[in-house]
């Protein structure tokens, strides 16, 4: 009896026990504080040899800043900043001062909270949720992380993204385009805006967003503008290729912004759109033969299994023969371009997979309350995705991309 009451009482620890949660603030805090101590001892050291007429030093410590509180993962840490006395002018005569990478003035809220803020809303958390969801993430103590916080970090997505939209592209050179259009609800106004999506692969490899821009429909005149906006601002090469689906919108306006960009039609659109026009027992019979076509090791087999596709299935399901006939040319254009590339050239996944996100968020909450709101939070969701996305296989072939050498079946021509 009494062994089994000795371990009983190691299982339950005294109330005067530090908690789990209490020891990691505590490791944070004395983590944090060390960190900044050295930091301002190194900056302190960098410069203790630049004295004043009566040698004195011009960068020395001056006291501490009062403690405050950072909202953090692990909950509240009490840290203080020490304070640098600088004395030290730049060229223009203007005092120069320490700032703090670690702890900069107005921290209030670790990197990963404020982050975590705007996720959990676009995840789907509305903001009459938010309370007892940050409680059960940061603590119950943590202030200022309640619904109107939300409510004011929208309206600075909202500001954000109106200045991306006017950066400047200069200098900016895109090799592959991929583009879609995305239909979200709006509760306030009838009808679902369509988003007109552009990303992009830059030179070495880097996938980035582009253009998110608000469009009627996917109209040949929404295209249209949000191509000649990007060229305004500075991005005159176009792409080698440009990736979408067969909207017939954006077709029709790529020519006229940029002409010598070739087009790649969307095989999981495509395939989509040709087994929807035939009954379900023959869709995966037929599905099988278009992964011969676009799965295909060379364009010649490509080609076979393309003529194969319609000789079998014209008779009887001539409509899905002809929806895949159309687009022969656009469907087959990767064959040109580095193998390496095709998986990221076939589909407008890269599109697809960040934006099914969005399409979650609006449906759990009946969408966004406004366009512009719409817009922020798509803007938001793709920029935190961005930052996952991962560089083109075989960037290094981009150079040769760009300048013109011929890719046979995927494989650089012999000079």
Known sequence: MAEATKIHDIHQPPSSQI??????????????????????????????????????????????APARNLQTGVGPIPVTRPRVDDRRVDEDGNRLRFESALLPPYLRRSKSIEELLPWLYLKGISTGDFSEALQALV?????????????????????????????????????????????????????????????????????ELVAVEDGVRESEQSWKEVLLDLKARGLEAGPELMIADGALGLWKAVPQVWPEARHQRCWFHKSGNV????????????????????????????????????SKFEAKYGKATACLEKDRVELLAFFDFPAEHWKHLRTTNPIESTFATVRLRTTRTKGAGSRSACLAMVFKLA?????????????????????????????????
Request: charge should be positive; include cysteine; aromatic fraction near 6%.
């Open 275 to 310: 087994l929807n026009k035939v009954p379900k027992s023959v869709q995966p019979k037929m599905k099988k033969a278009l992964q011969e076509i676009w799965q295909a090791e060379t364009r010649v087999a490509a080609t076979t299994a393309f003529d194969l596709f319609i």
């Open 139 to 207: 603590g119950a103590d943590a202030p200022g992380l309640s619904a109107s916080t939300i409510v004011r970090l929208k309206k600075c997505w909202e500001e954000d993204f109106a200045a991306w939209t006017k950066r400047s592209l200069a200098g900016k050179r895109y090799v592959y385009m991929w583009a879609d259009g995305i239909h979200c609800n709006v509760r306030l106004e009838d009808g679902k805006p369509c988003i007109l999506v552009v990303m992009g692969a830059t030179e070495d490899g880097t996938k």
């Open 19 to 64: 908690t789990l949660d209490e020891l990691l603030r505590e490791g944070a805090r004395r983590l944090l504080q060390s960190a900044i101590e050295q930091e301002v001892a190194a900056y302190i050291d960098a410069h203790a040899t630049e004295l004043d007429e009566d040698g004195h030093r011009l960068v020395v410590r001056n006291g501490r």
């Open 383 to 415: 920029q935190a995705a961005e930052r996952k996305w991962r560089k083109l296989d075989g960037h290094d072939l981009l150079g040769d991309v760009i300048r013109g050498v011929i890719f046979k079946d995927g494989i650089k021509a012999a000079a």
